[in-house]
């Protein structure tokens, strides 16, 4: 197993890697949509949705692939029905027509006491 690490995405605090990799498999591990260099969160859906897409094209460019190689994705959201439209465009605008796997699900909290975060990732790619 190879871990994956960028300065590009933002890290974890715990002992929890960005990513792994393994046989040409990529486990992207629970990802945010925080600036990698500031730690700050975007003020709207939009933005934080794109810079959450831009992290995990860091990761994947670090593992020497790419969004087009994703086949898994599962997508967490504080407010489901609210911000699933702007993902969905940014979503879109990310991936193109590549349409990897995907869930969505809600739920009331990521684990980071007085957080605003609106959504986390985790993706598999092969390449």
Do not use: C
Request: net charge negative.
């Amino acid at each position: 197993m190879k871990v994956i690490h960028t300065e590009d995405a933002p890290g974890h605090t715990g002992p929890v890697p960005q990513a792994v990799e393994v046989d040409g498999w990529i486990y992207v591990s629970a990802l945010f949509g925080t600036d990698p260099h500031t730690g700050t969160l975007p003020p709207d859906a939009t933005g934080e949705a794109d810079r959450l897409l831009a992290n995990l094209a860091a990761i994947l460019t670090a593992a020497g692939a790419s969004l087009v190689d994703v086949v898994r994705v599962g997508i967490f959201m504080r407010h489901l029905q609210r911000d699933r439209p702007a993902f969905n465009e940014v979503w879109t605008r990310h991936f193109g027509d590549h349409r990897p796997a995907r869930s969505a699900v809600e739920i009331t909290d990521f684990g980071r006491p007085g957080s605003t975060t609106r959504f986390m990732l985790e993706a598999v790619a092969h390449r």
